[in-house]
């Protein structure tokens, strides 16, 4: 069974789901449309102009999708980071993330990280957004 995660927790999408649930027997799979570091007030503001606090509020709005059906930032399996000029932004991104993750007793998530040339946002200065998937298990 597929169905779409509609949550308060996270930005209002567009013409897409914030994320789709996949029952898959013992837990569900998860996948969270790309977030940015827009603020839930679904207004396309973006929090700052700065790749950390961007960073941060994609991660928080990924959670918030997951958390919809019970998960949490432990249950995430997989990212994939988009910034717009890796070698300016890197290291603060890097901050931001491994400051969500922690030290955590779970395996960080695999991730794949690419530079694009834009992200296609109402607001111009967007320089993250984070896709992710998670497996939450049945309670």
């Not at 930005?11 to 789901?17: A, E, L, T, V």
């Not at 491994?98 to 998530?109: A, T």
Request: charge should be positive.
């Amino acid at each position: 069974m597929i169905e779409p995660i509609v949550t308060n927790k996270a930005p209002k999408p567009g013409n897409y789901s914030q994320g789709i649930k996949v029952d898959v027997g013992p837990g569900y799979l998860i996948y969270v449309s790309g977030q940015t570091g827009n603020v839930i007030t679904g207004n396309q503001e973006v929090i700052t102009d700065r790749i950390y606090e961007q960073t941060e509020q994609a991660l928080r709005n990924i959670e918030g999708v997951i958390r919809e059906v019970g998960g949490s930032r432990k249950n995430i399996i997989d990212i994939t980071a988009f910034l717009t000029d890796l070698k300016q932004q890197k290291q603060d991104f890097e901050l931001a993330y491994s400051r969500f993750f922690g030290k955590s007793e779970s395996p960080l998530p695999a991730r794949a990280l690419v530079q694009v040339s834009r992200i296609p946002l109402v607001t111009e200065n967007c320089l993250v957004e984070l896709k992710a998937t998670a497996f939450v298990p049945k309670r």
